[in-house]
């Protein structure tokens, strides 16, 4: 039926269809057509996982993090509690408010400062974190740590959820 949808679209496109007289098919037609053709996996998120996986084998990030003496350790175990709070609400939000009870409105169904609260907790664990690593590797620290960031980000985009 998506075939049929889409030849009539476009036959109709030529007419300058009204959107309004689509059926309640032609619409969950549609929606399936476009929800099958986003995909997230992508030259961008590839790029994101691969310079990540380069940073943190050429960084030797593991083995900087439990022995390196430079390392600000109460610094960083700040950086890590705060990340760590941040990333619990938000598997709280997509995955337990989502997805086990079906609420996409979180607004309506959590306090209000819930995510400005995660966000600032990401962005101070973020700055804490930087700091911690800064007598590591100075100016550098930024762009490593932004990098490992996004290429954890994209990874976690390709997730089934």
Not at 14 to 41: C, F, G, H, M, Y
Not at 96 to 118: N, Q, T
Request: aromatic share 12%.
């Amino acid at each position: 039926t998506d075939h049929t949808v889409r030849r009539r679209l476009v036959q109709d496109q030529l007419s300058d269809p009204d959107i309004k007289n689509l059926t309640e098919d032609d619409r969950q037609a549609i929606d399936s057509v476009i929800a099958r053709s986003r995909s997230t996996l992508n030259a961008h998120t590839i790029c994101w996982m691969v310079g990540a996986m380069m940073v943190f084998n050429y960084t030797d990030f593991a083995n900087v993090v439990f022995n390196d003496t430079r390392v600000k350790w109460n610094l960083l175990q700040i950086g890590i509690l705060l990340i760590a709070f941040n990333l619990c609400i938000g598997l709280y939000l997509v995955v337990y408010m989502s997805y086990l009870k079906g609420k996409r409105d979180w607004e309506s169904h959590v306090h209000p400062a819930v995510i400005p609260l995660a966000t600032v907790c990401g962005v101070v664990g973020g700055i804490v974190s930087t700091i911690a690593f800064w007598p590591v590797w100075g100016f550098m620290t930024i762009p490593i740590l932004f990098t490992l960031f996004m290429g954890t980000v994209m990874l976690v985009s390709l997730l089934p959820f």
